[in-house]
């Protein structure tokens, strides 16, 4: 069980759509990238990770703002 004493639930809308924003431009960039022929295959696999990490995080908050498009079974990977 989780201990949500520790929680704060101090977070304003505008900062969780900020970080929606900004996780997402970050994800885009990692993206880009990827896709760059001049990317050696070692920075690609990181940026692999650091995509795939904030396409995690994406799924979630939009998932927690209520994004009709985002199940709970995407957010855990579980839908293909």
Do not use: C
Not at 2 to 27: G, H, P, V
Not at 47 to 65: F, I, N, P, S
């Amino acid at each position: 069980m989780i201990d949500d004493s520790k929680f704060t639930y101090d977070k304003q809308w505008k900062q969780i759509l900020q970080m929606l924003e900004w996780a997402t431009i970050e994800r885009n960039i990692h993206k880009k990238a990827i896709n760059d022929p001049n990317t050696s295959m070692r920075d690609k696999a990181q940026h692999m990770r650091d995509y795939k990490g904030l396409q995690g995080v994406t799924y979630a908050l939009r998932w927690v703002l209520g994004d009709p498009t985002m199940s709970g079974e995407q957010v855990l990977g579980r839908e293909k």
